[in-house]
């Protein structure tokens, strides 16, 4: 069955081999005589399931032994409550705010702590990702809080910064949702990480939270049990019933990252490698054009989401509609920015941004 390409920003296309084995795998799990949802998170299959999925998530992310992985549920959102709970104190949190996935966080860590802006691109129409030679840090911050991958503006952060070296103290955090297991992580300049699953992992509701066993005893007191890191990591995230069909496709999905080749690469560097290729592909065609453009920086680009805009934006409705007759799926940009949006995670293949690419050209021929 051939399907089409689809461009969504999430819940987004997962590969097709994961769907495939989930789907022979949906009422009998290796001879078990149960389907992964049908079984206790507490017996030994389900165990299995688990362990291996977050031995594989280290794996492939590299993640040094002084983080606790948690396998959690709430998505990004609920991050953006849970990581003031288990880290503020109550004090000052400073923020770098590229897009609006740092702002939604931003404005809500003032539930729970008091949160600064030590930069931000909104002038911008966020643009770009703010230099660090730019940011005012607080001395007393417990924490710096940035988004590393801006979904909707499509703004990536492509070099952690290195907060140390600016003088702060403060541990850093990443809300990596929509490029986590993208590219990899330089953990020693990294306090937490959290993403939810649904760009490039599986299903929506699974959160990871990836956090240095040093941090996590200083929940406030109001803090949910459920949502407590030092509870959950000492329960290996099993405190309450964990999300375990999400756990689930994670692993198959973590096992099939680990198959990747590319150029003599594997896994993680194949993948980033692949990402790389596919998004300068369709920066490069978007850049040559002078019937769409790109706006963002060049240097803070997105390798996982491709906002564009046609020049002529009467030409919007025709353009998806034709896009949907070529089986390119899910192109309109979101609402808060217009134009169109093509998310390009692990899933799509170099192949559909080919696809992609020839549609452009073709529209623009048809339409100049
Ligand atoms: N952060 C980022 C970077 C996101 O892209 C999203 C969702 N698109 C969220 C947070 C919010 O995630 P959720 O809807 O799962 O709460």
Aim: net charge negative; proline share 4%; with cysteine.
């Amino acid at each position: 069955m051939t399907r089409p390409y689809n461009f969504s920003a999430g819940p987004a296309a997962m590969p097709e081999e994961v769907l495939e084995l989930a789907a022979a795998e949906m009422l009998d799990w290796h001879g078990s005589g149960m389907g992964v949802m049908e079984m206790s998170h507490r017996g030994s299959e389900f165990i299995s399931i688990y362990e291996q999925a977050a031995s594989d998530f280290r794996e492939l992310l590299n993640i040094p032994q002084e983080f606790k992985i948690l396998f959690m549920q709430g998505g990004g959102l609920g991050e953006n409550a849970i990581v003031p709970l288990n880290l503020s104190k109550g004090g000052c949190v400073d923020f770098v705010l590229s897009g609006s996935w740092g702002q939604k966080s931003y404005k809500e860590a003032a539930k729970y702590a008091k949160p600064l802006i030590a930069a931000s691109s909104e002038e911008a129409g966020f643009t770009f990702f703010p230099n660090p030679s730019t940011w005012s840090l607080n001395d007393s911050s417990s924490y710096v809080h940035l988004c590393t991958n801006e979904t909707i503006h499509g703004v990536e952060c492509h070099t952690l910064p290195d907060l140390r070296s600016m003088g702060s103290k403060a541990p850093l955090v990443i809300d990596f949702s929509s490029h986590v297991l993208s590219r990899s992580v330089d953990w020693s300049r990294v306090g937490a990480a959290f993403a939810g699953a649904q760009k490039n992992i599986g299903p929506a509701g699974l959160t990871l939270v990836v956090v240095r066993e040093a941090l996590i005893d200083q929940a406030l007191d109001i803090c949910p049990s459920a949502f407590n890191y030092k509870l959950v990591a000492g329960a290996d995230s099993m405190y309450n019933t964990p999300p375990t069909y999400g756990i689930y496709i994670a692993g198959l999905t973590f096992q099939w990252l680990k198959r990747q080749v590319e150029n003599g690469k594997t896994g993680l560097e194949a993948i980033e490698l692949r990402n790389k290729t596919k998004s300068e592909l369709l920066y490069n065609f978007l850049d040559s054009s002078s019937f769409y453009e790109n706006k963002v920086d060049h240097l803070s680009r997105s390798r996982m989401n491709i906002p564009f805009f046609l020049k002529d934006e009467s030409r919007n409705e025709a353009f998806l509609k034709g896009a949907k007759e070529q089986g390119l799926l899910q192109l309109k940009g979101h609402k808060s920015v217009g134009g169109m949006r093509a998310s390009i995670y692990n899933a799509m293949p170099l192949k559909g941004v080919q696809v992609l690419i020839e549609y452009l050209r073709e529209f623009e021929r048809a339409h100049s």
